[in-house]
């Protein structure tokens, strides 16, 4: 299976430990700061790997993070198109579901993912906030964007 998105390469430890029901290598990503928007490094100035549902909740917040066909790095697939709902005159109702309908398609694209379970969106000040609850081959996890 061609996994068609990026993420760091797993190590052949990684791969030993991977889901057998599900074929997929362990997942993992580097380690990100929520709070700072930026890498964790550890002392010797190198970057932290995480795995498992860990590295999934940095996929979906860099991947919630990333207009999608914006950056050449990234493949087509990967990313959200939020760009379409600035300045557009909708309904509070019709926005919110058109911007869940989209969430849901810039995270499903990842094979990890089994099922997008609730998205709540909501708004703090200038910013919308989105917590998102999901099944994944390694359980339930929660993200907030």
């Known amino acids: 299976m061609s996994v068609d998105f990026p993420f760091s390469g797993a190590t052949d430890e990684a791969i030993a430990a991977s889901s057998a029901e599900n074929n997929l290598p362990l997942f993992t990503e580097y380690a990100w700061n929520f709070e700072l928007d930026r890498f964790i490094y550890d002392g010797r100035g190198r970057h932290v790997v995480v795995t498992g549902k860990e590295a999934i909740k940095v996929w ?10 914006e950056h050449l790095a990234y493949s087509w697939q990967y990313g959200i198109e939020v760009k379409k709902f600035i300045g557009k005159v909708m309904q509070t109702g019709d926005r919110i579901a058109e911007l869940k309908r989209v969430i849901i398609d810039c995270l499903m694209i990842n094979p990890y993912i089994k099922s997008i ?29």
């Open 60 to 69: 979906v917040y860099k991947a919630l993070k990333t207009e999608r066909y």
């Open 117 to 145: 379970d609730n998205v709540e969106i909501g708004i703090d000040g200038p910013r919308l906030v989105c917590t998102i609850s999901m099944t994944t081959i390694y359980g339930e996890v929660i993200v907030s964007v």
